[in-house]
């Protein structure tokens, strides 16, 4: 394993992390308990739901992988504040897209040699990528990974004590 | 740049926009409103705050930099759980104690070699390592960076909305 292999390995294995330890709170909480606010005036559940499945979907283009595949959920879960928009999808179709969009980054990830996960995200220029070359698609990997915790840390509060 | 110095750059950026958000967070909350519980029934920030600080000072031994400072914070922010310990610090002490403990990681982290990194940390033995190379002192800051980040989801809920 050579060094780039490594740091691959290292990310991959924090990300892979991060979407077990939600799925593994989103397993204890019901389509009900995710209808309520984390904390009192706080966003709802299902909007953070939403937020992280609009967020790793916009993770496809700016991985230069594909397309964003839900761009409805970016209106209702980026652009507006939760209860913002009256209009929302069902807590069970916001599970199923969180799992779907999940899949679609590791299928290219599985695909992603080495080398390239260290060249420029979509939001960077390559005359800029020459002076900044830490703002790779790795660095967006490990960023989205700290972002998913923030907002995991936020959905366990809506677990049921014993 | 090598290929190591680069990913150290990463990970030293993400570790160290984690500290800043954290102080942001800080720095908007009174003594008064860290008191409180982040949700109904649960931690209060001054918990969270302790906690942070605790396990921030549980790296100086991990990263086998130094001993740990402040031992008696484990006792109460890692062992036990909230409210389980009626002795527990003033929060404007674990304010000085939190930015103590970040000062002296950082002052490591700037003397540690590249290299020094992708060593082991202090939980694995050097049989182990050589089978598992990725459990070394950077991956420990990287997983560190996660654990703030899902705290300082919980503790920015105790920030008042206008």
Chains 1, 2 share one sequence.
């Not at 939760?82 to 999940?102: C, F, G, H, Y």
């Amino acid at each position: 394993m050579n060094d780039k292999e490594l740091f691959v390995k290292m990310a991959l294995n924090i990300w892979q992390g991060q979407v077990r330890a939600i799925n593994h709170v989103l397993d204890k909480l019901s389509d009900e308990q995710l209808e309520k606010e984390v904390a009192p005036t706080r966003n709802r559940g299902i909007y953070l739901l939403g937020h992280l499945t609009a967020v790793h979907d916009l993770m496809l283009p700016l991985l230069r992988f594909e397309e964003a595949h839900y761009p409805y959920l970016h209106t209702a879960f980026v652009d507006a504040p939760d209860k913002a928009i009256s209009m929302t999808p069902q807590v069970a179709q916001l599970r199923i897209e969180w799992k779907e969009v999940n899949e679609k980054l590791l299928f290219h990830f599985d695909k992603l040699p080495t080398n390239e996960w260290f060249t420029r995200h979509a939001n960077i220029s390559e005359e800029d990528f020459i002076e900044e070359p830490q703002r790779n698609r790795l660095n967006v990997l490990l960023g989205r990974a700290v972002h998913s915790s923030y907002h995991r840390g936020q959905l366990a509060l809506l677990i049921r004590k014993n």
